[in-house]
T-cell receptor, first 114, second 113 residues
Framework: EDQVTQSPEALRLQEGESSSLNCSYTVSGLRGLFWYRQDPGKGPEFLFTLYSAGEEKEKERLKATLTKKESFLHITAPKPEDSATYLCAVQARGTTDSWGKLQFGAGTQVVVTP | NAGVTQTPKFQVLKTGQSMTLQCAQDMNHEYMSWYRQDPGMGLRLIHYSVGAGITDQGEVPNGYNVSRSTTEDFPLRLLSAAPSQTSVYFC????????????FGNGTRLTVT
């Protein structure tokens, strides 16, 4: 069974204090790993897709990396506006039955204080 | 461009009542899905559709029905609401399920008393 585990559950950072979020996954063949950002009262907002081990994607202060067992979301010099819950999700390779299905982790809640 | 629109934003039901959560997208996406989000748990897939006239069950389908008569709309029906269905419901769509990111609506917060 596909599983996604995110750690830590919550993270409190000072503005400018860089850190990393972890997403560990077990899946029967990875088609893609997705990172989303979710603000309170809103739907998840797409950040990145990673397809193969060694791949990296960057957007502003965020950088996502992927290995065969986990993904990291690095937040460099965060600002208060980076406060959000960050969700990781995997899509398994396989039959068309898995088309579009995502297995989500529970998320990491990040709070950045000035 | 509105994206994915969900209505209502909030709803309170009594046990046994039925209701329909509406979802519409204006991006001509083939794939649409419904997730529920509960504290401490990841988003869980309820039902999904790969095109008009085609629907299938996700991880937690019991107590919910869906239909897809048009590309744009994908309503979720609660047949007889139960307290266990108290949750935040998200509708999502993508151009193609394979390797395409999901675009989410802003959710419907449902409370069943």
């Amino acid at each position: 069974e596909d599983q996604v585990t995110q750690s830590p559950e919550a993270l409190r950072l000072q503005e400018g204090e860089s850190s990393s979020l972890n997403c560990s996954y077990t899946v029967s063949g990875l088609r893609g790993l997705f990172w989303y950002r979710q603000d309170p009262g809103k739907g998840p907002e797409f950040l990145f897709t990673l397809y193969s081990a060694g791949e990296e994607k960057e957007k502003e202060r965020l950088k996502a990396t992927l290995t065969k067992k986990e993904s990291f979301l690095h937040i460099t010099a965060p600002k208060p506006e980076d406060s959000a819950t960050y969700l990781c999700a995997v899509q398994a390779r396989g039959t068309t039955d898995s088309w579009g299905k995502l297995q989500f982790g529970a998320g990491t809640q990040v709070v950045v204080t000035p | 461009n509105a994206g994915v629109t969900q209505t209502p934003k909030f709803q309170v039901l009594k046990t046994g009542q039925s209701m329909t959560l509406q979802c519409a997208q204006d991006m001509n996406h083939e794939y649409m899905s419904w997730y529920r989000q509960d504290p401490g748990m990841g988003l869980r897939l309820i039902h999904y559709s790969v095109g008009a006239g085609i629907t299938d069950q996700g991880e937690v389908p019991n107590g919910y029905n869906v239909s897809r008569s048009t590309t744009e709309d994908f309503p979720l029906r609660l047949l007889s609401a139960a307290p266990s269905q108290t949750s935040v419901y998200f509708c999502a769509s993508s151009y193609s399920g394979v390797k395409s990111p999901l675009h989410f609506g802003n959710g419907t917060r449902l409370t069943v008393t």
